[in-house]
């Protein structure tokens, strides 16, 4: 969730939505966010929504906050009335949602499940930083309903993790991912970070040999982002750290592909690969194709049929808001066709299944045949498909199809 929110319009008190949305919202996917905005100590290159016991200051307090999200997924079923469809993925994120008791995860899917149904083979994902779980937790995590957990590993090399401010030794998540899967999780994610400095391609390479010995179904390789505002961004600009290399990047995705692919994990987001398709993120999936979501939290974003909003910040102004009846969206916006077909092509670029060619305009026709000629993607039927190279320069090819 970034944590610079947009103006947008006024967003209704009561959180309705118009009638067309929820009609259109019935033939799409659903999935819920569950935001959980606590983390035991900030990472330095992090910019999402969370708060230290330090930084809340004592407001918005953990202990109420399993009580406070319910109220919102009541509120969305009031919202949604009329949608009478299971949920197909929900999908928990922070912050560290395992900083709270397993059973108040458990009191907030309970509620998704009472109030809409959980589909027979629904998605439930935790996110889990590797030293906020031991294998008492991760037994009562699946008893409560989760089937999948994604790991925050980053790197396996101790100067990295340092520099990332992360608390856990290389080897944690790798204990993490043996315990989760003993305690009977159908999928196991690892998320790595690439290009932070200091890092050499051998440290990144010892990272992804590390996290393969783990055998997780699904790996996630994002390069590091600078963040505005961070403390990350702080050191660089005072010189005390590098800004990571456009090259040292593109070397780091290519050897991640490499060795991922090697090991039979198959891209199918620039950024993401799994092991099958069953292993794929379905969640992740949902957000990519514009389908429908609701995002429970301080902060968190939702989309219904082009009709997107966003909540309060903090956990505060949040817990005010439900506690009072109110909804806690700060404001939202209506996706017109025009930009609703410019998102479309910004994320299913990106996709292994690739962008149907009837989604682009007259010119941007024209440029995905440039693109193909420079060999950075191929016609795959009526799809245009990124090639190894195009995948590098995915962000180039989106700006040349958006002429
Ligand atoms: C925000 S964290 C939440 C999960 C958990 N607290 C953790 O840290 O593992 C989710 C993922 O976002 C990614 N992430 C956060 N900030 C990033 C940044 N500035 N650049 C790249 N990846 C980032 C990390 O890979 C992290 O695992
Ligand atoms: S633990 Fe995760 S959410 Fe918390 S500050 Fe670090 S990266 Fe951000």
Redesign the pocket.
């Known amino acids: 969730m970034p944590s610079t929110l947009p103006e947008g319009e006024v967003a209704p008190l009561d959180g309705a939505l118009p009638e067309s949305a929820v009609r259109e919202a019935a033939s799409r996917p659903l999935g819920f966010y569950l935001h959980v905005p606590f983390?035991a100590s900030r990472?330095g290159?992090?910019?999402?929504n969370?708060y230290t016991a330090r930084e809340l200051g004592g407001g918005g307090s953990q202990a109420s906050y399993a009580e406070t999200a319910v109220r919102e997924v009541l509120l969305a079923r009031r919202v949604l009335g009329e949608l009478d469809r299971p949920v197909d993925t929900v999908f928990f994120?922070?912050?560290?949602?395992t900083l709270l008791p397993a059973a108040d995860l458990g009191r907030m899917l309970a509620a998704v499940r009472d109030e809409f149904g959980l589909a027979p083979d629904a998605e439930v994902t935790t996110?889990?930083?590797?030293e906020s779980v031991d294998p008492a937790y991760l037994d009562e995590l699946r008893a409560v309903g989760f089937n999948r957990v994604?790991?925050?590993?980053?790197s396996a090399s101790s100067h990295v993790l340092k520099i990332l401010d992360?608390q856990h030794t290389p080897g944690r998540a790798l204990q993490a991912v043996k315990e989760a899967t003993a305690a009977g999780f159908e999928h196991v994610n690892l998320?790595?970070?690439y290009g932070t400095p200091g890092e050499s391609l051998d440290d990144w390479r010892a990272s992804l040999e590390s996290a393969l010995s783990a055998q997780p179904d699904h790996v996630?390789a994002?390069?590091?982002?600078?963040?505005d505002g961070?403390q990350?961004a702080r050191r660089i600009r005072r010189g005390e750290l590098p800004m990571p290399d456009d090259d040292d990047l593109a070397d780091k995705y290519v050897l991640a592909d490499e060795l991922l692919s090697a090991e039979g994990l198959r891209w199918y987001e620039v950024s993401n690969w799994a092991r099958s398709t069953a292993a794929r993120c379905r969640h992740n999936e949902l957000y990519w194709r514009g389908d429908t979501w609701w995002g429970i939290g301080p902060g968190a974003h939702s989309h219904v049929a082009g009709t997107r909003w966003w909540n309060v910040k903090h956990p505060s102004a949040y817990a005010e808001r439900l506690n009072t009846n109110q909804s806690p969206a700060q404001a939202r916006e209506t996706l017109d066709e025009e930009t609703r077909r410019i998102e479309r092509v910004l994320l299913e670029v990106r996709l292994e299944a690739g962008l149907p060619r009837e989604v682009l305009d007259e010119p941007g026709r024209a440029a995905a045949d440039q693109v193909v000629e420079d060999g950075l993607a191929v016609m795959d039927g009526d799809r245009l498909v990124l090639t190894d190279r195009g995948r590098l320069l995915a962000d180039a090819v989106v700006r040349d199809l958006l002429p």
């Open positions: 983390c990472c290159y992090c910019d999402f969370t994120g922070g912050g560290t949602p996110e889990a930083n590797p994604s790991f925050g590993m980053q992360r998320d790595l970070i996630s994002y390069a590091l982002i600078v963040e961070t990350l």
